[in-house]
């Protein structure tokens, strides 16, 4: 079974200050995405990363997998309000054969609070 | 462009009911994945549909089922429901044979009394 560990599991900070999420796995994994979630509503998807030390950027968030594609990272500079939310990272696998696509494990994600 | 849509939003059930959800995917896609997201928790796949056959599966019970439409529409049904069913359930769609981006519908909360 491939598991995905976030941490932390909690984070409350200023609004302002700068704050890095950590996924990790002992499963190798295709490629990593990162998923927003706010209450109320589905996951929605920020990013993509699929070859080993990959980065990416988006605004002021910053996306890294590992060179062994076993793990990433996700960091906030200068975090707002509007940030607020749950942070999930999701490992696609190869799929079984006969399948469309690849079966997203899921973490158990981080809760970002931005206070004001 | 139509997201993923589900229904119904909200239901609650008693302990041993049945319960039907439902789910159109976004616009183009043909795959449909189901997932269960406990309170705290982040989502669990339970199973996969793609050309109207359950292509993948969780290490979810039988009492779990589903169904896809020539529409590629899809269905998830819960037979005998436990107490521990209670969860937010996503449908999230994506385009076969892509590197796996799910696009997520806001779920139906079920609540099993």
């Known amino acids: 079974t491939q598991l995905l560990e976030q941490s932390p599991q909690f984070l409350s900070i200023q609004e302002g200050e700068n704050l890095t999420v950590y996924c990790n796995s002992s499963s190798v994994f295709s490629s990593l995405q990162w998923y927003r979630q706010e209450p109320g509503e589905g996951p929605v998807l920020l990013v993509t990363?699929?070859?080993?030390?990959e980065v990416k950027k988006l605004k002021r968030l910053t996306f890294q997998f590992g060179d062994a594609r076993k793990d990433s990272s996700l960091h906030i500079t200068a975090a707002q309000p509007g940030d607020t939310g749950l942070y999930l990272c999701a490992g696609a696998a190869g799929h079984g054969g006969g399948g469309s696509n690849y079966k997203l494990t899921f973490g158990k994600g981080t809760l970002l609070t931005v206070n004001p | 462009d139509a997201g993923v849509t589900q229904s119904p939003t909200h239901l609650i059930k008693t302990r041993g009911q049945q319960v039907t959800l439902r789910c159109s995917p976004k616009s183009g896609h043909d795959t449909v994945s189901w997932y269960q997201q406990a309170l705290g928790q982040g989502p669990q796949f339970i199973f996969q549909y793609y050309e109207e056959e359950e292509r993948q599966r969780g290490n979810f019970p039988d009492r779990f089922s589903g169904h896809q439409f020539p529409n590629y529409s899809s269905e998830l049904n819960v037979n005998a429901l436990l107490l521990g069913d209670s969860a937010l359930y996503l449908c999230?769609?994506?385009?076969?044979?892509?590197?796996?981006?799910?696009?997520f519908g806001e779920g139906s909360r079920l609540t099993v009394l």
């Open positions: 999230a769609s994506s385009l076969a044979y892509s590197t796996g981006e799910l696009f």
């Open positions: 990363v699929v070859t080993g030390g």
